[in-house]
């Protein structure tokens, strides 16, 4: 199996990289610096430097797929806030906080999502990693609201993705769980290991059925 992975130099990304290598699959993955490509290629995929906030690489990244075909296609690239950290409603983000995280959870699989499509085998599977944060049916506070907003938009990026490559690609968008990563913390419910056995596992039993849709780690669908 021909697997992609944009946003793999660590945390989820990276462990994605390393189920997928211990199955035997070619990897092609991205990060931004060299100690992000030195990971990846000590895992035997394919790195190759990608920083998802760039427009010129990204312009560039469909030229740097020529000649692939991949079964699954991930896009895991995220951040969770700004300088300011996490705040709250009603405090407005500033400017640059604002700009840095649309840009990143919204923007980039906007621009990157359709080109990797490109390189996608026919009937092939395309997987968002968003968060339950983005939930507006399961939403019960307005903590981190900037991250919720941009999770929220993702999930609408990837639903409309959805009816552009229906027949084509199958697509989902995914919550990982609360994840023992840098950006979940040490406290969170459970380790990467865990969720990423289950995200593939959810990706490689999706039915046609299942287009579209948004999925816990362990298969549950979630409210939009």
């Given at each position: 199996m021909?697997?992609?992975?944009?946003?793999?130099?660590?945390?989820i990304g990276l462990e994605l990289v390393r189920q997928h290598r211990a199955a035997h699959c070619r990897v092609v993955a991205t990060a931004r610096d060299e100690a992000g490509l030195a990971r990846l290629a000590a895992l035997g995929a394919v790195p190759l430097r990608l920083d998802v906030t760039d427009l010129a690489a990204c312009a560039g990244f469909g030229w740097a797929l020529d000649g692939e075909a991949f079964d699954t296609v991930w896009f895991v690239a995220g951040v969770l806030n700004g300088t300011q950290g996490e705040q709250d409603a009603p405090d407005a983000p500033t400017q640059g906080d604002f700009d840095a995280v649309m840009h990143t959870n919204v923007l980039a699989p906007m621009r990157l999502l359709p080109l990797a499509a490109q390189a996608l085998k026919p009937g092939g599977r395309m997987a968002l990693l968003s968060s339950k944060m983005g939930s507006i049916g399961q939403r019960?506070?307005?903590?981190?609201?900037?991250?919720?907003?941009?999770?929220?938009a993702a999930n609408s990026v990837l639903k409309d993705l959805s009816f552009a490559f229906a027949g084509k690609a199958l697509c989902l968008s995914l919550h990982p769980g609360w994840v023992r990563t840098d950006m979940g913390g040490a406290d969170a419910d459970i380790d990467v290991a865990t969720s990423v056995a289950g995200l593939c596992k959810v990706v490689a039993h999706a039915r046609p059925e299942d287009h579209g849709g948004f999925f816990n780690y362990d298969g549950q669908p979630l409210a939009w």
């Open positions: 021909n697997v992609l992975v944009i946003g793999a130099s660590r945390g019960s506070n307005g903590g981190s609201w900037l991250y919720r907003a941009s999770k929220a």
